[in-house]
């Protein structure tokens, strides 16, 4: 097999952090149509989110890149 059980495990972990950012950044939407809800510009929305997406899929090259 070109990966073992450690890559794996590792490209699980990886893709959990994912999932995890994108959950972060949903929502934010306002009830009304008519009003403006400011939460969509929350600091976990716009800052926390995106680095966590963005390291996850950096983890996720690293685990398929590491040798064991």
Same mark, same amino acid.
């Given at each position: 097999?070109p ?11 990886? +893709? ?7 959950? +972060?950044?949903? &929502?934010?939407? !306002?009830?009304?149509?008519? &009003? ?5 510009? !929350?600091?976990?929305?716009i ?22």
């Amino acid at each position: 097999m070109p990966l073992s059980l450690k890559n794996y495990i590792l490209l699980l972990a990886g +893709l959990i952090v994912i999932i995890l950012g994108f959950v +972060l950044m949903a &929502g934010g939407g !306002s009830d009304s149509p008519d &009003g403006f809800n400011y939460a969509m510009f !929350s600091w976990r929305r716009i800052t926390l989110a995106p680095i966590l997406v963005i390291g996850g899929f950096a983890f996720e090259i690293f685990a398929i890149l590491k040798r064991f």
